[in-house]
């Protein structure tokens, strides 16, 4: 079993930044892939970063230029840098793990408006 835990959504306005972390314990070792998922209102889940325990980095079209993926394997902690928001970019984050197994963490509210 893996547990993840999420911080750094909330409120900020249109060209802001906010940074997520999400940090990863349990039965971690071997290869493996954390990343973000978002979902917004009435829409379904999308890949928006993902990045291997070996540093191969993966972006959806819409964060590429804005956001940036990052990870610290001796916490098992990954990390999204938000910048550039826009009012489109407001949705339940979600982090997840893929290992052994797949994992999601709770989510985390990112609200981007004036």
């Known amino acids: 079993q893996v547990q993840l835990v999420e911080s750094g959504g909330g409120l900020v306005q249109p060209g802001g930044s906010l940074r997520l972390s999400c940090s990863a314990s349990g039965s971690i070792f071997g290869i493996n892939t954390m990343g973000w998922y978002r979902q917004a209102p009435g829409k379904e889940r999308e890949l928006v970063a993902v990045i291997s325990s070996g540093g191969s980095i993966y972006y959806a079209d819409f964060v590429k230029g804005r956001f940036t993926i990052s990870r610290d394997n001796a916490k098992n902690t990954v990390y999204l840098q938000m910048n550039g928001l826009k009012p489109e970019d407001t949705a339940d984050y979600y982090c997840?793990?893929?290992?052994?197994?797949?994992?999601w963490g709770q989510g985390t509210q990112v609200t981007v408006s004036s």
């Open positions: 997840n793990f893929r290992g052994f197994g797949a994992y």
